[in-house]
């Protein structure tokens, strides 16, 4: 019985987190990334905060993070669900920012300010 509540409450969670908007998974997602690299973003900071941490920190990843922001607002505040084609672009720039902030890591570039 314990094993059944358990797969079930899985089931629910899972469900909700892959029910979130590709655009909003994505935008966490690169909100974690920079996490990484810096302890000072949160579950708070919010995709303004986070377009100008990467302009200062990681400059070479804001053209591609910036995109994934405006689609992120895009389909977050306009109530529109994004085209298979925009949803593509979302997850084609995730993965540029991610391996931005990976090869930056491994650089042993500095983020502080």
Known sequence: LVALLVAVVLVLVWRARSSLPVATRAFRAMRAAAARRDPSIGAATGPIALA????????????????????????????????????????????????????????????DP
């Open 52 to 111: 100008r941490w990467l302009e200062h920190n990681a400059p070479s990843a804001l053209a591609a993070g910036g995109g994934l922001i405006d689609l992120y607002l895009l389909e977050s505040w306009s109530g529109e669900r994004l085209s298979r084609r925009q949803a593509s672009t979302v997850r084609r720039e995730l993965r540029q920012v991610r391996r931005m902030l990976r090869h930056r890591r491994e650089a042993g570039v500095r983020t």
